[in-house]
């Protein structure tokens, strides 16, 4: 009896200390682009239309379906755009720091985009973006009429004022220096806070 006693007890303990199963992915088929070999990206589908993908071994969460992640096999006709955006690809995952744009120590947003457009395509872009946004670029983008490449503002603090910057790559995702905890990501720009933060656009190279 004390034997059955403590085989139970036993089991009981067990039962307790088991951790619960991880969740379960499906994975999905990524699209032949000519950026996959930098992104070397892998999608994961969960439920409540969550996509995590791994880029250069950092894990990303994106919103959407699944379908919404598939980006352009050729995000532009300008060759300009497309080295912009495959260099953007290529530094994700490098670090954020403040005031820099350096692909050792890191870079803050505007440092991003000044570099890959001081890099690509041999624009001086100003330093901060509050000067980079009252720049007399060719168009003022709205946000239906985005296109790959196209230089994007955000008021991310309280007062409504312009203080982040990113990249347009194409099917609704941008690609930036976030912050010091997330450092060079891919995002959805329609994701509900980068959504709401959104300001406006401008396209540098028509």
């Known amino acids: 009896m004390k034997k059955l ?3 139970c007890v036993c089991l009981g303990l067990a ?3 088991s951790k619960p199963p991880p969740p379960s992915y499906v994975t999905y088929p990524t699209p032949s682009s000519p950026f996959d070999v930098s992104l070397n990206r892998e999608l994961f589908y969960e439920q409540g239309n969550v996509i995590n993908t791994s880029l250069f ?3 990303q969460v994106f919103y959407g379906s699944e379908s919404d992640v ?3 096999k050729k995000p532009s006709n300008s060759p300009v755009i497309n080295n912009i955006i495959s260099h953007a690809y290529s530094l994700v995952g490098k670090p954020y720091r403040y005031g820099s744009e350096s692909l050792t120590k890191g870079f803050d947003c505007s440092g991003f985009v000044g570099y890959l457009y001081g890099k690509e395509a041999g624009i001086e872009l100003p ?3 509050r000067q980079m946004i009252r720049i007399d670029a060719p168009k003022v983008v709205s946000k239906s009429k985005l296109k790959p490449g196209d230089v994007l ?3 991310t603090g309280k007062r409504g004022q312009v203080s982040h910057t990113g990249i ?3 099917n609704k995702f941008f690609v930036h220096a976030a912050n010091s905890r997330k450092g060079v990501r891919i995002d959805s720009l329609n994701s509900g806070y980068w959504s709401a ?3 406006e656009a401008k396209r540098i190279i028509e």
């Open 168 to 170: 347009y790559i194409g």
């Open 15 to 17: 039962s307790c200390s």
């Open 70 to 72: 598939n980006l352009a």
């Open 197 to 199: 933060k959104f300001l």
């Open 5 to 7: 006693f403590l085989l």
């Open 127 to 129: 330093r901060s973006t």
């Open 57 to 59: 071994g950092v894990k």
């Open 153 to 155: 503002f955000f008021a």
